[in-house]
């Protein structure tokens, strides 16, 4: 499967597309709320075929304006919760078997402006060139096709952000892989850092530019204005609006060096091997900088990019040594702190960059990720 994303143009109609969105909230915030009747009643949820007739006696009755929203759509919603309280209560016994520690949540009702997609999947939409016609608006919108899109088209999805544009999801199957990049025979080791972004087992070093960092002035700035507006007045949404458009670009500025960056490396590298890290125990230590430098996008980027021209991806889990121990003879140096950026093998007498020694053990220790 693959997904393509284009943006809608600037047209007056797209507001036609917000207020679909906002109708299917309310399906959402209704079956929602009937699941939670059920489980307080019955100590489960209820199965998505009880729904789904559930669904057509409303239509009849009380819900009749249901009937002039996409019945996909709605099956979708419902698709969606269903399987939201089937995670929910897996995870229970999965805890209570001792599978795991991690908790999963029961499903919770989202607010107004959380609820930001609908999904097509078979009919009630049509594409024509660069033209989406919505069968129940009876509209069409017209959106930026920079690439042409491969493959079957499975599923059609309308996103829309915090600043207010709309996206369009394509997802297909059965897509054209993309040609093989040539064998360079390099492999490399990744090291990652809050001083060096990425130190690589070849010595080459690379330094984050800290988007979020160059862009603190606008957003404090940002930040103040909105504070000064009067709550929910329209000097506030636009505010808001302009917040939220100072975070858009940072976040694209940063995914798009992560792309340049992931790319450049597949074509340099045949294998690349990276760390797994804690992120939540980092953020608590560096705080807003591991959030700026961002490694779990990036790591999730290159293993995209690594399996899209058919190059070798290796993870190193999170408790493998890989700091202290020598990279040429496997000497552990329990002596070794944070502060030592050189150090010599007492064994061997090997000179390591610390960085440059840990990307080394990165790729010995490195397995496949799945």
Known sequence: MRTYKYEFSHQSNRIMLGNLIDDMHSVHLHLLRLQRRYYRIYG???????????????????????????????????????LAYQRFFDNIEERR???????????????????????????????????????????SFTFWKYREWTGTLK???????NVGDYYLHLTCEDYEPSEKLPLTGNEAGADFGCKTFLTLSDGTKIASPEFYKEGLTALRS????????QYLSNGWYR???????????????R?????????????????IAIETLNLEGMKKLWGRKVSDIAFGEFSLILQWMCAKYSKTFLKAGRWVATTKPCSDCGYCNENLSLSDRQWICPDCGSDHDRDVNAAKNILQVGVPAS
Request: with cysteine.
């Open 255 to 271: 995914r798009d060096w992560f792309f340049k960056l992931a790319l450049r490396l597949v074509r340099k590298y045949d294998k």
């Open 222 to 229: 940002a930040n103040k204005a909105l504070s000064r507006k």
């Open 239 to 253: 505010a808001k609006r302009y917040l939220s458009r100072i975070h858009k670009k940072i976040a694209d500025s």
């Open 155 to 161: 599923k059609v999805t309308i996103k829309r952000d």
């Open 97 to 139: 078997l001792g599978k795991t520690k991690r908790k999963v949540g029961k499903p919770k009702i989202k607010p107004p402006h959380k609820y930001k997609s609908v999904t097509f999947t078979q009919a009630g939409y049509k594409i024509e060139g660069n033209r989406l016609t919505i069968n129940c608006l009876d509209k």
């Open 44 to 82: 489960k949820s209820a199965s998505l075929s009880r729904i789904l007739k559930h669904i057509k006696k409303l239509k009849q009755t009380t819900k009749r304006h249901w009937y002039q929203l996409p019945s996909q759509m709605i099956q979708d919603v419902a698709i969606r919760i269903n």
